[in-house]
Nanobody, 126 residues
């Protein structure tokens, strides 16, 4: 059974930082990519960042590049999203997701991911 459990969401002031965690079980980690997506109020779900489990390849949406960092900690089977310089427009439900990694192809679209967490709310106050 594959399970992704997110934590770390909450309320933060604009300009502040927050780290989201996603504990993963049931996957063959070396063959999977992990992604973070978000859904802002009234908008469609969008990619935030993606990473191969080994950490060798990463992708960031233009709106978060330079502010957010995706990483993995293999001994804890956990993927992180470190968020800095947060803005009110970052307010959203954040989801982690897993997908089989095909060599040379890092998934960055939601339909490419099979396994999903339950989501965690991030609210950034102005």
């Amino acid at each position: 059974q594959v399970q992704l459990v997110e934590s770390g969401g909450g309320l933060v002031q604009a300009g502040g930082s927050l780290r989201l965690s996603c504990a993963v079980s049931g996957l063959t980690f070396s063959r999977y990519a992990m992604g973070w997506f978000r859904q802002r109020p009234g908008k469609e779900r969008e990619v935030v960042a993606a990473i191969s489990w080994s950490g060798g390849t990463t992708y960031y949406a233009g709106s978060v590049k330079g502010r957010f960092t995706i990483s993995t900690e293999n001994v804890k089977n956990t993927v992180y999203l470190q968020m800095a310089s947060l803005k009110p427009e970052d307010t959203a439900v954040y989801y982690c997701a897993g997908s089989l990694l095909i060599a040379g192809h890092l998934p960055v679209r939601d339909y490419e991911y099979r396994y999903w967490g339950q989501g965690t709310q991030v609210t950034v106050s102005s």
